[in-house]
């Protein structure tokens, strides 16, 4: 790969704004260097192409950068054209699909919270996720209105990479909450569609060890919540 | 199409995310229908187009609901590629710049506005050093972005960006007004303060812009703000 037609992607393992980027190129089969930051000491390149926010993920294509994750998934779908479509063709769909994701978009913040709260702090920001949560669940039957389907003929776009993001390390979540944050009987849809992604050899690829993802939230807690008297 | 208006919009004069969404018309030569709505007493019809977050702006498009201002934009740029100006560049390098900056606008000088707004006292000099900072960062990296040859701004050429500049910043008198501090410094944000009024001396401009002493009394009752002396 000459430097004139490269496409190298910053990210680290446990972003899940990385992870967008990671699937979206993978699903489009197109070929990438890989570059792991160490978000404690970011590399020269790094703060370089990305000097407004110093954050991953970047992309850079043919030596240009493109940082924010959402932004690099258009780029990605607007560039290489051929399928599969990351987003519908169809103006008033892709209207929808992005109205999705800019729901899901403040969930990032509230479930992160979550983590790295107790007591009645952590009661109030799972509180507000689960119900936000409960208002996707019955929303969404209007992009599946006949449940989800196996991603066997189409591959993930880019509400479910979102979705994914959010959502699929949720074996984390439930680790640290101790009971199941996305119970089936709640959310059998949001259920069903992690599922049918974690079927999909892509997804499976860019989901880090929940292990080790648990072992950094809980490092992550130690130093965000005080200890007790 | 019988009866049916091919475009309408249900908007609040004060509202910033539904001003984008008229000037973004207006500025492409579409026509549509406008409904106000008092928000204390939202309409059936807004209730029924935006369930999940009941708020406007709602662009409806031969009887669709399309919501979220930046998704509507996106949209209407995509459903009327012939009504120059395109708000969004062709080329996906540049779009992607574009989508960059648009969120930064959002997430990043928006946020600083509203958090000057709804803070006082020493909260409220944090606040608008925050802006200031902000404003800096736009100045120091959005190069080309930001017109240097403020007489080429016109009506025709303005662009996703100048929406979102000016409907944030447009009002940025009254606000001064009402809070007693310099929002926008030619000294300090010589690029900004010439951009932001070249727009506002624009004529289409002008037509959306509501009276300096509406917006004043707006902001003191929304916000509960006692007239500074």
Known sequence: MTEESSVKLHGSWASPFAMRALLAL????????????????????????????KKVPVLVHNGKPISESLVIIGYIDEVWTDSPHLLPTDPYLRAKHRF??????????????????????????????LEKLDVAEQGLKEIF???????????????????????????????????????????????????????????????????????????????SIPPKA | ??????????????STY?????????????????????????????????????????????????????????????VWPDHAPRLLPRDPVDRARVRFWSGFLQNQLLESVLK???????????????????????????????PKDISSIQSKSLGLLDIQVICTLGAYKAHEQVLGVKILDPHKHSLIYAWVNAMMDLPMIKEITPPHDNVVNFIQMIFKINPSA
């Not at chain 1, 197109?30 to 160490?38: A, V």
């Not at chain 2, 984008?20 to 309409?43: F, H, Q, T």
């Not at chain 2, 708020?55 to 009887?63: A, M, Q, T």
Request: proline share 6%; charged share 30%.
């Open chain 1, 100 to 129: 999705w994701v800019a729901f899901f978009e403040p969930l990032f913040e509230t479930v992160w919270k979550t983590l790295i709260t107790d007591g009645e702090a952590q009661k109030t920001v799972l509180e507000e996720s």
């Open chain 1, 145 to 223: 209105p006949n449940g989800v389907p196996p991603f066997e003929k189409k591959k993930p776009g880019y509400l479910d990479i979102v979705f994914y993001s959010l959502c699929g390390t949720h074996e984390a979540v439930d680790e640290i909450l101790g009971k199941k944050f996305l119970t089936v009987e709640r959310y059998p849809l949001l259920v069903s569609w992690v599922n049918a992604l974690k079927q999909v050899p892509e997804v499976i690829e860019v989901t880090p060890p929940i292990p080790k993802l648990v072992g950094l939230i809980h490092f992550i807690r130690q130093r």
């Open chain 2, 18 to 78: 539904s001003k984008r969404v008229e000037l973004a018309l207006k500025i492409k030569g579409i026509p549509y229908e406008y409904v106000e709505e008092d928000l204390m007493n939202k309409s059936q019809a807004l209730l029924e187009y935006n369930p999940i977050h009941k708020k406007v702006p709602v662009l409806v498009h031969n009887g669709k609901p399309i919501v979220e201002s930046l998704v509507i934009l996106e949209y209407i740029d995509e």
């Open chain 1, 26 to 53: 993978k699903v489009k089969g197109i070929d990438f260097e890989y570059i792991e930051e160490d978000l404690s000491n970011k590399s020269e390149s790094l703060l370089k192409y990305n000097p407004v926010h």
């Open chain 2, 1 to 14: 199409m019988g009866d049916e208006v091919e475009v309408r919009v249900h908007g609040m004069w004060a």
């Open chain 2, 116 to 146: 000057l707004v709804m803070s006082s006292g020493e909260e409220q000099e944090k606040a608008l050093d925050e802006l200031h900072e902000k404003m800096t960062i736009m100045e120091q990296e959005m190069g080309d972005i930001i």
